[in-house]
């Protein structure tokens, strides 16, 4: 059953808290900077959207890598993995990304993404709001068809 982590951005409030776990998590260290998921902040705009990986089934950051470092698995996540021996540290991935969910760590001097902690995302674990949520792919696709038909619905009843 391939999983997503699910974004319900009206309920982001900014706080950040799902960066400082994911750099916890993979680094041993509370530093939002290390993070695999970033939270975008516009104050002008007034808005905050967390950022990380979709896991995007033609995934541009595995097509353009050099060296085949990124890959799909095949463990039931359908995850991207990178495999940090073969990395050469091009950023090509980085480049490639739509979402720009790829990060370069200068610390170690390798780039990082999002692995969804082998299936035990902190950031939706420490996400008090509810923003983020792991489920099933197709829950989500679910949930999302609803939400567009429920937009379309409301767009209908005001040109009736």
Do not use: W
Request: some cysteine; proline content about 4%; hydrophobic content about 35%.
């Amino acid at each position: 059953m391939q999983k997503m982590i699910l974004v319900d951005y009206s309920k982001c409030s900014g706080c950040r808290y799902c960066e400082t776990a994911c750099s916890a998590r993979h680094e041993g260290v509370c530093n939002p900077y290390r993070s695999r998921i970033k939270v975008m902040r516009s104050d002008m705009e007034g808005f905050v959207a967390p950022m990380l990986c979709q896991q995007c089934i033609d995934a541009p950051c595995a097509r353009v890598c050099p060296v085949g470092a990124l890959s799909r698995d095949n463990n039931g996540l359908g995850l991207v993995r990178l495999d940090y021996d073969l990395c050469i540290g091009c950023k090509m991935c980085m480049v490639a990304c739509p979402f720009g969910a790829m990060k370069f760590d200068e610390r170690k001097m390798r780039v990082i993404k999002c692995d969804f902690c082998d299936g035990d995302p902190a950031c939706v674990k420490a996400c008090s709001t509810d923003a983020l949520l792991f489920v099933d792919a197709t829950e989500a696709d679910a949930q999302k068809r609803s939400e567009i038909a429920e937009d379309y619905s409301e767009v209908e009843k005001r040109f009736a």
